[in-house]
């Protein structure tokens, strides 16, 4: 399981396109949404994340069901891992995750 990475972190604080907040929103007000079909479940988010928001896990059923035939694909290649976000409402939007996901998955979005 992934966990805080100190370097990652430091490059995704410093970097231009980093929106939301800078750690100074109220938590509960906003919160990261995963575009399932695009998350390769390899958990960046959970290495930046000062709050530790994220959680990557097992692609529930009801969304995979969801995904389109190359989202199926796409997630049985990467064993139908994904991540999620159960303590979304501990997230100050420091949009850390925003800019380090790879695959452009992460939107913050205010609730
Ligand atoms: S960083 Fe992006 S692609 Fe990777 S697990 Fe998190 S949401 Fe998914
Ligand atoms: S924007 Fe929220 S969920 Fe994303 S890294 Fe910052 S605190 Fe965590």
Redesign the pocket.
């Known amino acids: 399981m992934p966990s805080l990475n100190r370097d990652k972190a430091r490059r995704a604080a410093a970097h231009p396109d980093r929106p939301?907040e800078q750690?100074r929103g109220e938590p509960t007000r906003?919160a990261?949404v995963i575009d399932r079909g695009r998350c390769e479940g390899k958990g960046d988010?959970v290495e930046?994340?000062?709050?530790d928001?994220?959680e990557v896990g097992r692609l529930d059923d009801a969304d995979f069901a969801r995904l389109g035939v190359l989202g199926k694909l796409k997630a049985l290649a990467h064993r139908r891992r994904t991540a999620y976000?159960p303590r979304a409402d501990a997230?100050?939007?420091?949009?850390?995750?925003?800019v380090a996901c790879p695959e452009q998955a992460i939107r913050?979005t205010e609730r």
């Open positions: 939301g750690c906003y990261p988010c930046v994340c000062p709050y928001v994220f976000t997230c100050q939007a420091c949009g850390m995750c925003v913050l």
